[in-house]
């Protein structure tokens, strides 16, 4: 069975600081995804990977992808206040349609 | 942004109750989902589908059902509503299964 696990879930940053949030799954999969969730809000595609090697980039977020490992990483440069918001990966099972997704990381971003 | 809605978006019922979740989508996208959203477990699938009349179970799918009679509609009903299903329920869609998935506003449910 695919598991998805995230680390940290909970992560206090000072603005200026660079971090890394990982996320490691259990099985093959070359699909893995990466969305961001405001306080009661829903939740807000960031990144889409899909083979091994992928690395995407938007502002200050920069998300890889390792299939070999089973591991991806959000890295978060320079952080900024607006940047607070929890972030899940999701990885796609056997059948794309079965979305396995991480516990989620609290990102707080303070001043 | 995507045009997915979902109805009601909050509500309050008593255990055993029957409850129907509606989400409507304007995209004509193929794959629609439910997901439940609980602390700590991130957002888990209930039920999804492929098309008209094709649907298939997620990793959470007992005590849920699951019609979808339109591309723009997916309903989800709790037959016998429990405490256990107080939760936030999102509805997804996808163009294709491989693509992202594209997330309704939610419905909060409270079972008392």
């Known amino acids: 069975e695919l598991k998805v696990e995230q680390n940290p879930l909970f992560l206090s940053m000072q603005e200026g600081k660079n971090y890394t949030i990982y996320c490691n799954y259990s099985t093959t999969s070359d699909r893995l995804y990466w969305y961001r969730q405001d306080p009661g809000k829903s939740l807000e595609s960031l990144f889409v990977?899909?083979?091994?090697?992928a690395v995407k980039q938007e502002g200050r977020l920069m998300a890889s992808l390792d299939t070999k490992a089973r591991l991806s990483t959000l890295h978060i440069t320079a952080a900024v206040h607006d940047l607070s918001a929890t972030y899940f990966c999701a990885v796609a099972g056997w059948n794309n349609n079965d979305m396995r997704f991480g516990a989620g990381t609290r990102l707080t971003v303070k001043p | 942004d995507a045009g997915i809605t979902q109805s009601p978006r909050h509500k309050v019922t008593e255990t055993g109750t029957p409850v129907t979740l509606r989400c409507h989508q304007t995209?004509?996208?193929?794959?629609m989902y439910w997901y439940r959203q609980d602390p700590g477990h991130g957002l888990r699938l209930i039920h999804y589908s492929y098309g008209v009349k094709d649907t298939d179970k997620g990793e959470v799918s007992d005590g849920y059902s699951v019609s979808r009679s339109k591309t723009e509609d997916f309903l989800l009903t709790l037959e016998s509503a429990t405490s256990s299903q107080t939760s936030v329920y999102f509805c997804?869609?996808?163009?294709?299964?491989?693509?992202?998935?594209?997330f309704g506003p939610g419905t909060r449910l409270t079972v008392l």
């Open positions: 990977l899909l083979s091994n090697g």
């Open positions: 997804a869609i996808s163009g294709m299964s491989t693509d992202t998935q594209y």
């Open positions: 995209e004509n996208h193929r794959y």
